[in-house]
């Protein structure tokens, strides 16, 4: 007989002679009353034990996180809260969970004590939501861009290009690091190494799918990127995952136009295939939210912020506006801000996003034509010289979620760009060779995935939206 | 105006009046016909220029890799091969491409050249079909897992955990190679290194997994993974991606069973959806065996062994039963094999498994039931104390293309196999913990993707399967 999941018998509509389930104890209240869950939902089936003719033995091992199997009826339930339970006509303990020693139990605890219980924490029903939601927003930007003919490419992970220059990059190896063979220099001597040469871990596919776009025309990568810089911050992972789309012929207001309608599109679809969990979220945010001193508390609830970005068009605004506007505000003016606006080319920190979004626009936000000293070797120029067409989006609470710009395409151009930071152009020749055959306008940008799920779940610390984090000091797991 | 995608054009029902078209020249003719293609489709759209009123400084300029822009009308095609073709009006050259210099020229190049120039190579019909069906196969992966409920898991990419056991790893380090700071006892200091301690590439996200299945119920991993091995195959990569499910409550069974459905799934839906490309592959394959003697040439054709796998059922065999197969066959008794099979308990190498696959079975095979010696620590030990719950799926011209087992769900079974191996068992206290509360039957596999798309699009070197292969000794781009 095989076994239904929790979800589809609570969605049953109609009561069942014999039912099979299997899943943990969340609860088991006055000997009688199990809470089971399956992780196919956040919501538990209420399994009603017999608990007279039931063996007291069995009934002690009936414990938070016990794994059972219950065969029984689907009847229509008594009490309130569920039009479902399971009568109990057999069960077995397929798995003791010792109340003494399992570390979940069933009360509220310190996302600092789950995290070090990251193999154990999505057993809770904040983490078991979390992962759906991370999980159904993963297929979401899958089935965008795949509905809309665009290729998935799987970029090195693996580089022997330092030339992304994006962040610093952990090394790759497989010599002993204490030991290493050296050349005639005394230098280590990559040549024995692996691949030859020396390698690091990928901080972006960008500039390999180019590669691609300048053949397929649209193309995305989608998959892990790495900083090994030291920010122990509740923003910043060492290992996250990135949604990279790049399209030839894209100008940089397709560009915009492409990030605001896919960040959209993945939005409404996690808002229609995760009612539960991000009901229950919403929830969890408005209970933490209440504990705050009034002043502190958001506006706007986790579902009424979803909708919000959704009905309403990114404010699009250059540099150079929003430099005008953080100038002239008070909180520049009173030296509210840690770093005071001075001129035009200031480097935007967080902060001044965060005014932007929050306070001076109240919604999502595209910058555009940043200076080009602030920016990367490969966006385009602007006839003015001194601009390029790079645009960032700012949401309200996570500051960037998107960095993107249309590329330089003029060979001469990017030449030029390369030689002026210090770039020997041979370790870029592939790169340059899109510019030397064929090359067109195009466009693309880069969506921090975690931040993504932040946002939409409403969790404030980014170690809490991947399954493991990669944070200094910690590789546990 | 906004440009048509050449697919969209080729499928246009009826001629339009003023179309843009963007893309790359494949070949030019006669002064009159550009076939331009985008990336949309394998096809190209004819373009016909009106060469007599087109100065000859711009025609000149249309060379194979140039980048196009062109305005003009559908209208129904004069020639053989295509419905539709472009009667040209306006034509933009965006970005020249020198025939002198364009290393892919109309004419076959060797896959050893093209690898060279992966960069360049997408443009080609092979390598375009190729990471057209790559990408349609991920989304298929990805729409099975999803529409069954399955939880997407990111398990991490560099990981602190050595007991994986899968095979030789990458180092990943932040301190510099050759010159690291020592501890007090000379050696390498890691509590300096970027996590606290040493780290490497992943070889398999199963463990991690588990413990994810072990709250969700069903989840899957699809990641990059990484073997440090020197193996100089056209079966083996460096980096490559693994798709991982991990199913509660399954059995060895119920494990075959999903495996089974989940390939005859993508296989389909391959199919349906690229039937342009896989057309052109099954010709490719076919013009390449043509130049072989007729007794090394495949039996079937590429959609023909396609179909045939959907249409068979794979044929599941214990291990005993193969082994006894092997001792008898002819090449084992005509020591035909370069390993003879003497005894029980011998690892199957590759000439075994396609003898069974390719001359025995003729038909996909499910080994199951190996001895526990030859297997990993993690799976199920069956009754008679000898073989455990491992089963791989074996392909023609593959080999191995699924490895997965039930795992052993017995705390003190798994803790005897963890110490008999030399493992510290402190090392997996978070795995043995899926163990120690609430542990159930439980089992999953791992399918190499690569060799998934080697077998669908008939491919037979795997580095021509993947954007930028990562091999020994290079790490190119």
Redo the contacts between chains.
Sequence with gaps: MK?T?V?DLLNSTKPVDDVLV????RTFRNNQFIALN???TINNIQCVVDFENTPAETLKRITT???L?IKGSLVPSQGAGQKYEVKVAELEI?????PE??P?QPKKHSFEFLREN???R??TNVF?AV??V???L??AI??YF?ER?????????????DAEGAG?M??????P??N?P?NEEG??DYRED????E?N?TVSGQL?AE??A?????VYTF??T?R?E?SNTSRHL??F?MVEPEV??NDLDANMDLAEDFIQYVIKYALERCEDDLKFLDQRLADEEKQKPANERSEMGLLEKLQFVLQNNFKRVSYTEAIDILKNSKSNKNRKFNYIIEEWGADLQSEHERYLVEKHFKSPVILFDYPAKIKAFYMRLNDDGKTVRAMDILFPGIGEIVGGSQRE?RLDVLQQKIADIGIDEKELW??L?????????HSGFGLGFERLVLFVTGMTNIRDV???P?T??????
């Design positions: 076994h999941k979800k299997k899943g943990w104890v399956d992780g196919s996180g016990a794994a199997s397929l798995g003791d969970s010792d020693k399992f979940m990251a193999h154990l999505v057993r078991g992962m759906r991370r999980s159904v993963s297929f899958h089935q795949q003919g665009f290729v998935y490419v799987n970029t090195p992970i693996i580089t022997g290009s610093e952990f090394q790759v190896t497989s010599l690091v204490g290493p050296l230098k280590v692996f691949f030859g040469k390698t871990l390999e590669t691609y300048m053949a397929l025309g649209q998959g892990p790495f090994a030291n060492a290992e995952w030839a012929f395409e592939w790169y060779d899109t510019r030397r055959f064929g090359t067109a306008v991947i399954p493991f990669r200094p000091q910690n590789a546990e797991f």
